[in-house]
């Protein structure tokens, strides 16, 4: 073996990707000592996205106060890549469900306005390349809330300037963009992390789908319905933008539509979001194999998740990818998708806390992945 490539998620409760990845390289140096190894951290778009980017790019984290769904002060990170240009946010750090009590959960009052004071703050700062993304969110506002943030204002019939949430969108015949930093944006490349592909509107859109997870009742959710077709309309009349029926355009309840709509945004798939930054395809140039993992692999693996985007990308590079897991489930299936095997790697029977703790975890993949390469040292002698 000349070159191996590491590209884990995190083992969510028990190590971080860059951790799982220091583990991994262990083993394989106790079989392949002189090996080319290239660990890197990834996610899939969600929880770990800033901390795995930032630090396979030795970029830098940045914490900024903005508003919560609520409009409540709080304390959220960005990340910003090695390049110095690129940030990378979480909606869910300033507009996430998390952020509100259960009880206070409403997304007819709930905003992103915190999601935009996030971009704000990378845009004072230099960056000019968005990675975002946008799940776990408390709202449905169709990203407004946003759009207010950065300066743009909605205003009723009368011309009365509307406050946030859900609930501003039947409301809204006229979008003020005076103060809309308009051409600062268009140097600006957004990419949102989105793995959902919900309408706009409708049946499947963000309202029907997403929204009673955020605490809309059945008469809120049409009214929330209502009020996303309206402001699909009023962006067609006005942007000659037709975002209703465009896949994702309902993530985050409406946010996808939000920015296809106002910034140009390109969605893709999270993982493939993250491997784009990583420039993964030009590091898998030679490698004899790639490993990669997560807590748990099973039927949901390849529904998308982290390694499967992996394993896309290796297969068409020809170059055979291992996985492995806490716990491996439909191996079958997994290895008909294209992964050359799949280890599961808790030695005995232990409890779940137990197998989760980090020093037994470590062990672990270091042992797996020494075993994998025992194997794979009779092919290379």
């Given amino acids: 073996m000349k070159k191996i490539i590491i590209a884990s998620d995190s083992f969510k409760g028990s190590l971080s990707s860059a951790e799982v990845a220091v583990s991994c390289e262990k083993g394989i140096r106790k079989v392949f000592p002189k090996c080319e190894i290239i660990k890197l951290p990834i996610a899939d778009g969600g929880e770990g996205t800033i901390e795995a980017l930032v630090s396979a790019t030795n970029g830098r984290i940045h914490s900024c106060h903005v508003h919560d769904p609520l409009m409540r002060l709080i304390e959220a990170r960005y990340g910003v890549l090695g390049d ?3 940030a990378v946010i979480e909606m869910a750090a300033a507009s996430g469900l998390t952020l509100i009590e259960p009880h206070l959960r409403n997304p007819m009052k709930t905003t992103t306005y915190g999601t935009g004071e996030l971009i704000q703050d990378a845009l004072e700062h230099g960056c000019r390349k968005f990675l975002i993304g946008i799940g776990g969110s408390a ?3 169709a990203g407004t809330g946003m759009l207010q943030a950065l300066g743009m204002k909605f205003r009723d019939i009368a ?6 949430g859900g609930e501003i969108l039947q409301k809204i015949e006229m979008i003020d963009s005076n103060d809309f ?27 029907f789908i997403f929204a009673p997870q955020k605490g809309a009742d059945a008469k809120q959710i049409r ?26 355009a309902g993530a985050a309840g409406g946010m996808g539509g939000g920015f296809m709509a106002f910034f140009n945004a390109r969605l893709s798939r999270g993982i493939d979001t993250v491997l784009d930054a990583l420039h993964f395809n030009e590091k898998l140039q030679g490698a004899d194999l790639v490993i990669t993992g997560e807590g748990k ?28 897991a806490g716990c491996v489930d439909e191996t079958e299936l997994l290895n008909n998708a294209g992964f050359l095997a799949v280890y599961p790697i808790v030695e005995g029977p232990v409890s ?30």
């Fill in 84 to 86: 110095g240009e690129t």
């Fill in 139 to 141: 709202t449905n506002d």
């Fill in 159 to 164: 011309g009365n300037l509307l406050g946030y």
């Fill in 181 to 207: 930093p308009e051409d600062k944006l268009a140097k600006c490349t957004f990419t949102i992390a989105c793995d959902v592909n919900n309408p706009f509107s409708g049946p499947q859109g963000a309202a």
């Fill in 223 to 248: 009214r929330l319905d209502t009020g996303l077709k309206h402001f699909a309309q009023l962006i067609a009349q006005t942007l000659y933008k037709d975002i209703d029926a465009i896949p994702g």
């Fill in 297 to 324: 692999m099973d039927a949901q693996t390849i529904m998308g998740k982290a390694p499967m985007g992996v394993l896309k990308a290796a297969q068409r590079k020809n170059i055979p990818v291992i996985g492995i």
């Fill in 352 to 381: 779940q806390e137990q197998a989760m703790e980090k020093s037994r975890t470590c062990s672990n993949i270091e042992r797996t992945v020494h075993q994998c390469m025992r194997m794979l040292s009779l092919l290379h002698n």
